[in-house]
């Protein structure tokens, strides 16, 4: 399913658990018209209510700490440690060249 498909799908199915909050559909209804049983229709909108409450919670001002800084730093991390491979493999091929020369020079 592509993005723009997989956004149509959850915009029908928070318009539909809205129109059941609001009274305006029954929850047999929502599952019957999304096509699921009325367990996951209430997995769904039970799934879309927290993700509400917490959107609405308090938040202190500014850009948030945390996730994003660590993985980054553990990226930069993993950056390095491959530089530095790269950096003795290309040392070790340099050492295999002159040998290489090393024995031609004597053979």
């Known amino acids: 399913m592509s993005a723009r498909n997989a956004k149509k799908v959850e915009r029908r199915r928070a318009e539909v658990i809205m129109k059941v909050r609001a009274g305006l559909m029954s929850a047999t209804e929502a599952a019957a018209e999304l096509k699921v049983s ?3 229709y209430y997995k769904w909108e039970r799934r879309a209510l927290e993700a509400m409450m917490e959107g609405l919670c308090e938040r202190s001002p500014g850009r ?3 996730d994003s800084d660590t ?8 950056v390095r440690k491959l530089e530095k491979q790269l ?4 040392k070790a091929e340099e050492l295999r060249q002159q040998i290489k020369e090393l024995l031609e020079k004597k053979g």
């Not at 993985?71 to 991390?77: A, D, H, P, Q, S």
């Open 38 to 40: 009325r367990k996951t």
């Open 71 to 78: 993985e980054k730093e553990e990226l930069k991390r993993q």
């Open 64 to 66: 948030p700490h945390g």
């Open 87 to 90: 950096e003795e493999r290309k």
